[in-house]
């Protein structure tokens, strides 16, 4: 079952995309309830400290007093009039939505409303490794929503990692959590779910090999109604307001981060926005692990548009000469301006890697095997005897092991007949010798 057919977002889907409990966005405040939000209880968190917090919500962690345990406690961040106006309060318990006659305001608290119950719907409707699992979903004692769910230790982000990586081969050993994160996003899209801003700063990477892709609050479900369509939508300009990585203003109906989103995302196609959005953002994250800079250079939204639809993105050779050929390509495929050149799937993107994974380390096991062989027949000049033929059947095992790992390997082929015919020289040789001790011999005994 798709995540869009859950009671809850049924409901959202009848209501034409603002969940009940919220108010009308004429400011009618006497809407009835269909989803009624447990009540925050006063006692039941304790010890907040803000995490993060961007232009929809505020993360704390928190202190589950009732089941002790730590959480991560995440609210709505109630809309202000004027960008960065909102001070960030220490603790949420107190939070009340906004209220007077701004419409604009009302109808902004609305919508992010909508937007963050749908992502505490989808996030806990999902059931993977790499998401995080919802504890409980409610509301503070003045109406504005929060959920809680499991708060990932020690957790730092992929950007931090990549920062911190300062050569290919340490950004490489990051393809392992990588492909975790493609698992992630193929699991989400077989539940009809397409996250939408896929970036570094978005997956944590725990202390004890976890890694979490998170914020699913831009996720559009298909063929459920999309908040985000709405060309006026109010929470995408307080989004844009808080936009912590970039700090660059998008248009009203971009959606997701300059730097990852796809060609049809800067353009602010919604309806265009699928699977394959995703994966093009999975090749900006690949590119980034290649590379350690962003695909395009870019100073405004406008500019990002403007080079992520006109053209491809550099080649990952160009920038790093160094950068496996195979994983290049990979990457080229996958940020293809063309939704139907690009890399069809998450799972056709992991399988790519994994495969190329596996070539490379059988790669690296034939070349230990000619590095091996190369040894030996090095160590067999100005050897003689058995010395020397003890020799070459180390370079020939070491030869035809190559060949186990890769058939027909013609640079393996050719050692082993170098092998071969040192190996002819060496038996004449063996034999030339012995022949003429024998003589040696024969010719002291007649003496005597």
Not at 42 to 66: C, H, K, P, T
Not at 128 to 133: A, D, E, K, N, R
Request: charged fraction near 25%; aromatic fraction near 6%; hydrophobic fraction near 40%.
């Amino acid at each position: 079952m798709c995540i869009r057919d859950s009671p809850a977002l049924v409901g959202l889907e009848r209501q034409g995309g603002l969940p009940a409990g919220g108010r009308d966005p004429s400011g009618d405040s006497t809407r009835s309830h269909a989803f009624e939000l447990r009540a925050l209880q006063s006692d039941r968190y304790d010890e907040f400290r803000v995490l993060e917090q961007g232009g929809m919500g505020i993360v704390y962690w928190a202190l589950d007093n009732e089941l002790k345990r730590q959480v991560a406690f995440k609210v709505i961040r109630p809309p202000s009039r004027t960008a960065r106006d909102g001070i960030t309060p220490p603790a949420p318990l107190k939070l009340v939505p906004p209220d007077g006659g701004d419409p604009e305001t009302i109808e902004a608290f609305d919508e992010m409303r909508a937007r963050f119950l749908q992502e505490a719907w989808v996030t806990g409707g999902m059931e993977h490794p790499g998401i995080v699992p919802v504890y409980e979903l409610g509301e503070t004692e003045g109406g504005v929503p929060y959920y809680t769910m499991k708060f990932v230790r020690g957790s730092t982000t992929l950007a931090t990692a990549i920062d911190d990586a300062p050569t290919l081969d340490a950004r490489l050993e990051l393809l392992e959590a990588f492909l975790k994160v493609c698992d992630t996003v193929r699991y989400a899209h077989s539940r009809g779910v397409v996250h939408r801003d896929l970036k570094p700063e978005n997956i944590a990477l725990g202390e004890f090999g976890e890694v979490v892709v998170l914020d699913w609050g831009l996720a559009k479900l298909e063929g459920a109604p999309d908040v985000a369509s709405r060309p006026q939508s109010q929470w995408q300009g307080n989004l844009r307001q808080f936009r912590d990585t970039t700090r660059l203003e998008t248009d009203a109906t971009a959606v997701g981060t300059p730097g990852y989103m796809s060609p049809e995302a800067a353009q602010g196609l919604i309806d265009d926005l699928d699977a394959r959005s995703d994966v093009y953002s999975l090749g900006a994250i690949l590119y980034e692990i290649l590379t350690g800079r962003l695909a395009f250079d870019f100073r405004t939204f406008a500019q990002y548009r403007e080079e992520v639809v006109q053209g491809e993105p550099p080649d990952p050779l160009a920038i790093a000469p160094e950068v496996p050929p195979g994983l290049a390509a990979i990457c080229r495929e996958a940020m293809s301006v063309s939704r139907q050149a690009r890399t069809p799937s998450a799972e056709a993107l992991t399988n790519a890697i994994r495969t190329w994974r596996k070539q490379s380390r059988l790669e690296q096991e034939v070349q230990g095997h000619l590095k091996e062989a190369d040894a030996r027949l090095a160590a067999a000049e100005g050897t003689e005897g058995e010395a020397l033929l003890r020799t070459l059947d180390a370079a020939a095992l070491a030869c035809r092991s190559a060949l186990e790992l890769r058939p027909e390997d013609a640079e393996a082929e050719k050692r082993l007949l170098q092998v071969e015919t040192l190996r002819t020289e060496g038996l004449a040789s063996r034999e030339r010798a012995a022949r003429g001790q024998l003589l040696r011999r024969v010719g002291a005994a007649a003496l005597v």
